[in-house]
């Protein structure tokens, strides 16, 4: 069965991979042959598509690692060294970086995981990178969150957009501010000041370089001193994550 199979792929590889070879090589009935062959053998066989396909999603996997890694090497100054939108230990020899967009559900639904690694590491240090994509009131949603941050209340503002169940909008914005017990007026400015608008320019031109395609995105990466450690291996995770999944990264980086 297993050389039937390694035949089968052979000749799968020679008629779709490389037409153009079996054509110079095969006459218009051999070639039909061999597709037949094939034909037969796969619809007898399906299970070899699913063991094609695994490889094929195990192949992209690690050349997708390999070219983050690389980004996160080449981008750990931006990546490893903000000071607002922080939790955990500001030091962490642990850094856990999350892309991540208020009014996506997935999200949302990794916050009480994120709060719970917080919790049970005191060497983790998360670093949030406000990456708006969902529209006028995302982007809104974030330089609230960053112009909390300037008046030391990050992480209330922002659990408080994601605790949200209904669609943003300015005024629920505005309301949960004014929950948080910030100077209205000092916050108003700094939701339009050049230092927020720095900061979102910042994390999408670091998107693009890590080629993100949607929120929410890790990067858990070793950081001794708070110091992205060079020559280390650093993962990246495009989506949402198990916590289970999540803490066992943790504890590699932390090695």
Same mark, same amino acid.
């Given at each position: ?12 590889? =020679? ?7 079996? %054509? ?7 070639? @039909? ?44 100054? =931006? ?12 030091? /962490? +020899? ?5 892309? !991540? ?19 049970? +590491? ?14 006028? +009131?995302?982007?809104?949603? =974030? @330089? ?47 939701? +339009? /000041? ?6 979102? @320019?910042?994390?999408?031109?670091? %998107? ?19 110091? !992205? ?6 993962? !990246? ?16 980086? /932390?090695?």
């Amino acid at each position: 069965m297993k050389l039937n199979r390694l035949v089968a792929a052979g000749l799968l590889a =020679s008629v779709v991979a490389a037409p153009s070879m079996a %054509a110079d090589t095969l006459s218009s009935g051999q070639k @039909k042959q061999v597709e037949q062959i094939v034909h037969d053998y796969l619809l007898q066989n399906p299970e070899i598509l699913v063991e094609v396909s695994q490889a094929l999603q195990q192949k992209q996997q690690q050349s997708m690692q390999e070219k983050a890694k690389a980004s996160v090497t080449k981008n750990a100054d =931006s990546l490893f060294t903000q000071k607002l939108a922080i939790a955990g230990n500001p030091n /962490g +020899n642990v850094t856990m970086v999350e892309f !991540f967009d208020y009014q996506c559900i997935h999200c949302k639904k990794m916050k009480p995981v994120v709060s719970e690694l917080v919790k049970d +590491n005191k060497n983790l240090r998360v670093l949030y990178k406000e990456f708006p994509i969902f529209g006028k +009131n995302s982007e809104l949603a =974030s @330089k609230a969150a960053l112009a909390a941050a300037m008046q030391d209340k990050y992480l209330k503002m922002h659990n408080a957009l994601l605790a949200q169940d209904k669609r943003l909008n300015e005024k629920t914005i505005m309301e949960l501010a004014e929950s948080a017990g910030l100077n209205m007026e000092q916050f108003k400015k700094d939701m +339009n /000041g050049e230092k927020v608008k720095q900061i979102l @320019k910042e994390n999408r031109e670091l %998107a693009e370089k890590m080629n993100l395609m949607g929120t929410p995105a890790f990067i858990v990466a070793s950081t001794p001193n708070g110091q !992205f450690k060079k020559g280390s291996n650093p993962t !990246f995770i495009p989506g949402a994550a198990s916590e289970e999944a999540l803490q066992n990264l943790i504890k590699q980086a /932390g090695k």
